[in-house]
Structures are given as C-alpha cells and as structure tokens.
C-alpha cells in the first residue's frame, strides 16, 4: 500500500508540474474559504518545494526575462513571503495566495447575503465600499479577486461566487468612470505630452488567471443561475448577461503592454479570440446594443486607460480583433461609432519608423519591459494580419459610400506597413467593386487602384517574390478603371516599375488586343495609348538597353521613328552596355524581321564581346556564332570577310572553328540571299587566299594548342577519345595544299615530346602512322 500510494502522489507531482494552467488550479486549492491551517501550510511547503524544481516552468513561459514580483498588488501583506527566485514560476501566485484569508467582514457580508447594500453611503472616494446606489464593492487587485470568485466556484459556492463576482464587475464600472473623470480633468495636459505610459502593469485579457474569463463564465452560467434565484444583485432593466458582456468588453478594451516572450503573447491572441467568441454567441437586443453603446464611446474618450484612446503607448496590445468585433456589431445601430472605433483601431504604433524619446521611455509602474523591443514581437505577422482583416471589413461595409471609402484609405496608407496586406486589401476592393453583373462600383475601383500603386511603390525597391504577380495585378486594375488610369501609371512609370517590367508587362498588356477591346477605344484613342506605350519603351530602353532594348523595338515595330530611335539606342550601348548574348537575340530579331544588314551589323558588335576559349565545346553561344557567320556568308565575300577576323579573335575552340569554316567552303558566298547575289561570282572562295586562308590557319592552329592542353593531364581512359580528336585534327589539315605534310610533322612533334606515354604513342602511330 505504502508503494502505491507513492506512486499516486509521484504521479499527482507530474500532473502539477505539466498542467496547461497549474497557477489557477492551485489558486482555487489554496484560497478554499473552508482550508484549515494545517492544510494551508502543508499546500505551502509542497508549493515551495515544487517552486524549487530546476524543471518547474515559469509562468510567462519565457526563459529569457526578469518580471518584477506582483505581491504589492495582493492587499493582504503577501510581502512576507516574497521568493529569492528572479522568476516567476507557475506556482509563485499560489504561494503568494496562502498569504490570503477570508476574514474581511466586508468581503463576507457581500458573500453572504443578496440584501447587503447601504443606500444612504454616499462616500465618493477612491476606497469605498459601496456605489452610488448603495451596492457593495470589493477593491482588491483583479486577477486576485477574479480567482477567489472561481475558487468559491470550484469548491461549491456558485451563490457566494455570483455575489462576489457582481460586486467585481460594478467596482470595475466605478473604476471605469472614475478613470474617465480624471482623463478628462487632464485631457489637455496629457494630450500635450503627445505620449502616453501604460496604467496597467499586467492586462486582464491573457493573464495566467483569466480574470475576465471567470468573471464572463460566473455570470452565464446557466446551471447555477437556474438553481439558485437570486434576489436584489442587479439594478432595474440589468441582466447577468449583460453584465458579462460589459465585463469583457471592459477586459478587452483594457490598454496593456505587450508581454514578453512568445508563450506570453500568444496567450493574450489565444485569449482575446477566446472571449470574442463567446461574445458572438450572445444575440444583441436594445439593452446590449446600449451597453456597447456606453462602451464605445469609453474606449474612445478615456485617454491612457483605454487602448483606443486617442494616444496609446508605441508598445500596448493592439485592438484589431476587437475592434472588427466592435464595429460589425455597431455598423447596424449607430454607423458613426462603429467607423471611429475601427479607424482609431487602425493604429499599429510599434511599427511607426520613429519614436520620441519620451515615448521609449519607462514609468516606474512597468519596468518588465525592456526599450524599443520591436523584434520581440513574436505574434508580429498575426497582428498585423488581423489588422489587415479590420481594413478589409470597413472597405467592405463602406462600398458606393465615397466619403467612407476615402477615409478608410487614408487609414490603411497611413498605418497598414505591410506591402503583402496592402496588396490583398487592394485585390479585396477589387473582387467587391467587381463583383456583380452590373456596372462595377467606380469608387472602390479608384480605391483598388490607389492601393495597388502603393504597393509598387513600396516593393519597387525591395525584393517582393509575388512583385510580378503584383505588376500584372495593377495594369488589370487600371484598364478596369479606364484608359486615363493607364496612361497615368505609364506616364509616371519610373516610380512604380523597374524599366523591364515597364515594358515586358506594362507596355506591352497596354498595346495587346485584349486591352483594346476591354477598353473598347476607338482608333485616335488606340494611337494615343500606343504612343504612350511607345515613349515609355523608349525611355525604359535609355535607362536600361541591356534589359529593355529588344521590348522596346517589338513595341515600336509600327512607327517608324521609334523603331529607328530604339535600334540607334541598342547601338549607342552595344560597345559598353550589353552583353554577347543580348545583342545576339537581338540581332536574330532584326533578321527575323527582315532587316538582314542590321542583323549583320549587331551580330559583329556581339562577336567583339565574346570569347570562346578552346576548351569549350559546348558553349551556349556556339549556335550564335555559327548563325552569325551563316549570315555574312548569305549576305557576300565583303561582309564575310569582314566577320572572320573577328572569328578568328573571339573563337579558340577548334571544332568550332572547323565547323565554320566547312560551312563556309559549301556555298558560294551571297547565293543564299538571293537579293544578295549579283554581288558575287558565283564561285567557291578560295583556301589559300583571304579570308579563309586567315581561318584556315586559325583552325589548324586551335588543333595544335588544344592537343597540346589535352596531352597534359591525359588519363588513359581518354585515350581513344583523343585519337578521335586527331582524326578531326587530320581532316581539317588536309583542306590546307600542303596540310599532309603539315599533320605528318604535327604527328612526329607529338611522339618526341611525349614519348614517355606509351601507350598513348603506341595507339597514335597505329592511327596516323
């Protein structure tokens, strides 16, 4: 037995020590209102013993911060019992928690019956123990007062925990006009400073206790409410609904800084999501929709105590998911308020580029958090994607309503940093502009438009993966809001687009057929876009030939003039600005387009940039050089004559050489063109004569140096793929008059200098001799 229950209790440390909420549990175990002594103190001393596990986790799940310990806020004197640990571990609120007793008269008058009041208090100062009306209040730090209703709870007392929890609530309404009071005594001072501290060192809304939670859960529940009648806990036309829905919108309008670390920040998304849903299961009637009312109208005007106050501090929890909660529930009733509530929601200030010094600055009542801490926001992409998802649901809402559309604009381009939700918001306001068979809602096109050309401008000049998808995104925008929209983002092309995309997508989606006919232009109309389209070319084509020069000429194939300016502008950047490869392609557009002679002139430009080295046999611009030489021969002697020499420099490769200059001893020069052909004679050019004598020898030559290379780090298993080689070598030889003696001593030179590979020679003189 004694082994058994050993292995329980092991067990039962386990289970401690991993609990999803260990704090709460042990807060509800040790602030049981019927605990002996004795038990508390065993609790305490296992507490501690736990508290000291090297494993135990800590509360806020980081392991990288120092958080200042909160006893000061237990009212009780739970100094005493203050641990030497820096951290606060899952257990250090329970320990702190047997610190607390249950003997306050006023805390067990207000438990203990429903007909507790004094209606002739009238004591308005900041520590009274009842309301206007005569209800008591109990002052404690929340969270601690939040989790002596659930332990009250928890060890069945649902009627004491819904007094106490009544009680909770209208002392937070009394705090509530009490802080709207005060802000609106120093309202001008406080606006003055232009920055704001943060009141509340811990938020309720992902606290480790979940105050606001408990709170909402006591007044809803409906098992207990049911079983037991409550008489006088609430006021004329009040519910406990509606006091749970005024507790969690309180809970969640709260400003409060952003914890530290990612368990902690998660928690308080996880947490807020949690309460809005069970704030959605609740079916608004007039009374709710009053008390959202009163709510909105706090959240807006209480300054420093609310986080959509008028200034918030650069790192307090954003209000985006509220908000959207806020203003979908509000846009039915009162449009006005649910628009200022999700426009001052809008703000995301830890993402503003600057921040007063002031504002970096820390009051005494948060020291846990550390300056400019902006990289620690962990939840960074969530936050900011619900922020997305707020501006999505006001473009929503405001389509046909111009002044709301403008508004709601400025808000996004104002406080939206991210180009990834700009874009979606732009393509939002698209599908919905777009969206019904009718004509499509101008308005909320131009505000597409605006945003899409935001987003150019923002990525233009950093690296985007999806900036191509973007670019061709805004060019369907703007031909669905009009040919001006068009002309406009090409006329000022140079500060949304790089000068490739300008012309690759830009220009050219402009001048295709499908745009004319979206468009349905007339034939001025299509000249003057085409113009347009044709200058922008030119000009991408200024700023960046190597990129731009071969759209630019497609683009202006059917004016004239642009077509000779854009052919002079590859020219002016072919001797410094381009590459072998681009005036290549650019060069079989030209003959493609039937301007052999320009070809001609660009592929001997190429010719002077390229360099083929002998050992390159497969490079990719042999196809190149090959097509280039076949022009000149088609075109006559002169221009083939004037393109060997550059051969001859660029190419060391022998098979490619040889290729050429077999390809050139087939055909007489110039028969191919027949436009070309009165300027020969109609005779094969000759070997021992210019300029295939030059090649010739440049061919023979490239044999001699590549054999030589070859044979210096030669491994036998190349062998026979080397006396292949000489087999060419030997055909390209005997073109020349006196090539068999010429291969005959090439041949002898090679068994002399390397006589020392044997078998190498041995395999040479059965071959060649």
């Known amino acids: 037995p004694t082994y058994f229950w050993k292995c329980v209790y092991g067990l039962f440390e386990c289970v401690c020590l991993c609990c999803v909420r260990p704090g709460a549990l042990w807060m509800c175990i040790v602030l049981n209102p019927h605990c002996k002594p004795e038990q508390k103190s065993s609790w305490l001393r296992q507490l501690r013993r736990w508290n000291s596990v090297d494993v135990c986790p800590w509360e806020d799940g980081n392991h990288g911060n120092e958080l200042p310990n909160l006893t000061h806020s237990l009212p009780q004197g739970a100094h005493g019992n203050q641990e030497m640990r820096p951290h606060r571990t899952v257990f250090t609120r329970a320990i702190e928690a047997c610190d607390l007793h249950w003997q306050d008269r006023h805390l067990q008058h207000i438990i203990a019956s429903d007909l507790y009041a004094n209606y002739c208090y009238h004591d308005n100062q900041e520590g009274s123990l009842f309301d206007s009306r005569g209800w008591p209040l109990w002052h404690e730090h929340v969270p601690t007062a939040c989790a002596r209703v659930d332990a009250l709870r928890s060890h069945g007392y649902p009627r004491e925990a819904l007094r106490l929890a009544i009680a909770v609530v209208n002392t937070l309404r009394r705090q509530q006009q009490r802080q709207l009071e005060h802000f609106r005594r120093h309202k001008k001072e406080l606006l003055h400073k232009g920055h704001t501290s943060i009141t509340n060192m811990e938020g309720w809304v992902g606290h480790p206790l979940d105050p606001i939670g408990t709170l909402f859960s006591t007044l809803t529940d409906?098992?207990?409410?049911?079983?037991?009648?409550?008489?006088?806990?609430?006021?004329?036309?009040?519910?406990?609904?509606?006091?749970?829905?005024?507790?969690?919108?309180?809970?969640?309008?709260?400003?409060?800084?952003?914890?530290?670390?990612?368990?902690?920040?998660?928690?308080?998304?996880?947490?807020?999501?949690?309460?809005?849903?069970?704030?959605?299961?609740?079916?608004?009637?007039?009374?709710?929709?009053?008390?959202?009312?009163?709510?909105?109208?706090?959240?807006?005007?209480?300054?420093?105590?609310?986080?959509?106050?008028?200034?918030?501090?650069?790192?307090?929890?954003?209000?985006?998911?509220f908000a959207r909660y806020l203003f979908t529930s509000l846009l039915p009733h009162d449009a006005e308020l649910a628009y200022k509530i999700a426009l001052r929601a809008m703000r995301l200030p830890v993402l503003e580029s600057t921040a007063s010094s002031s504002d970096l600055s820390r009051p005494h009542h948060i020291v846990s958090v550390v300056p400019n801490r902006y990289p620690r926001w962990f939840t960074l992409s969530h936050i900011e994607s619900q922020q997305c998802e707020l501006a999505s649901t006001m473009l929503t809402a405001a389509k046909g309503d111009s002044r709301r559309l403008e508004t709601v604009l400025e808000s996004i381009q104002k406080n939206i940093h991210s180009s990834s939700h700009i874009f979606k918001l732009a393509q939002d306001a698209f599908k919905i502009a777009t969206l019904m068979d009718s004509l499509p809602d101008i308005t909320l096109l131009k505000v597409s438009l605006e945003l899409g050309l935001q987003v150019m401008r923002i990525t233009l000049s950093t690296l985007n993966w999806r900036r191509r998808e973007m670019v061709r995104w805004l060019v369907t925008c703007a031909t669905e809001v009009g040919v001006y929209a068009l002309d406009s983002i090409m006329q000022s092309w140079f500060t949304l687009f790089t000068p490739t995309e300008a012309t690759s997508i830009v220009a050219t989606t402009v001048m295709s057929n499908s745009t004319i006919v979206r468009l349905?232009?007339?034939?001025?109309?299509?000249?003057?876009?085409?113009?347009?389209?044709?200058?922008?070319?030119?000009?991408?084509?200024?700023?960046?030939?190597?990129?731009?020069?071969?759209?630019?000429?497609?683009?202006?194939?059917?004016?004239?003039?642009?077509?000779?300016?854009?052919?002079?502008?590859?020219?002016?950047?072919?001797?410094?600005?381009?590459?072998?490869?681009?005036?290549?392609?650019?060069?079989?557009?030209?003959?493609?387009?039937?301007?052999?002679m320009r070809a001609y002139k660009l592929a001997t430009l190429a010719m002077a940039h390229l360099n083929l080295s002998y050992n390159q046999d497969t490079h990719p611009a042999i196809n190149d050089v090959l097509w280039a030489c076949a022009l000149s021969h088609s075109l006559g002697k002169n221009e083939l004559a004037a393109v060997i020499p550059l051969v001859v420099k660029s190419v060391k490769c022998a098979t490619v050489l040889s290729d050429i200059l077999r390809r050139c001893t087939l055909t007489t020069p110039g028969m191919v063109s027949a436009l070309h052909s009165r300027r020969n004679s109609g005779k094969l050019m000759s070997l021992d004569k210019a300029p295939l004598r030059q090649l010739l020898d440049a061919t023979i030559g490239a044999y001699i140096n590549t054999t030589h290379s070859r044979l210096t780090h030669i491994s036998p298993r190349h062998y026979s793929e080397f006396i292949e080689f000489l087999g060419k070598a030997r055909e390209t030889f005997m073109m020349a008059h006196d090539g068999h003696i010429q291969f005959t001593q090439f041949i002898d030179n090679l068994k002399q200098i390397y006589k020392g590979k044997k078998k190498l020679m041995m395999l040479v003189r059965e071959r060649f001799g």
């Open 222 to 321: 409906r098992a207990d409410l049911q079983r037991m009648p409550v008489q006088r806990l609430l006021g004329d036309g009040e519910s406990y609904v509606a006091l749970a829905v005024e507790t969690a919108l309180i809970g969640l309008g709260q400003q409060r800084v952003m914890p530290d670390g990612l368990y902690a920040q998660e928690k308080v998304c996880r947490n807020e999501e949690q309460l809005l849903a069970k704030l959605q299961e609740v079916e608004l009637d007039d009374s709710l929709v009053k008390i959202f009312r009163k709510q909105a109208v706090f959240l807006l005007e209480a300054g420093p105590y609310s986080g959509l106050g008028e200034i918030v501090h650069r790192e307090s929890v954003p209000m985006h998911t």
């Open 520 to 596: 349905h232009l007339d034939c001025h109309q299509q000249e003057n876009l085409a113009s347009s389209a044709r200058t922008l070319a030119l000009q991408c084509a200024m700023k960046d030939p190597q990129n731009c020069a071969l759209s630019a000429l497609t683009l202006c194939e059917k004016d004239h003039i642009a077509f000779e300016t854009a052919y002079q502008i590859v020219l002016d950047a072919a001797a410094t600005g381009m590459s072998y490869t681009q005036l290549f392609t650019i060069a079989r557009y030209m003959e493609h387009r039937g301007y052999p």
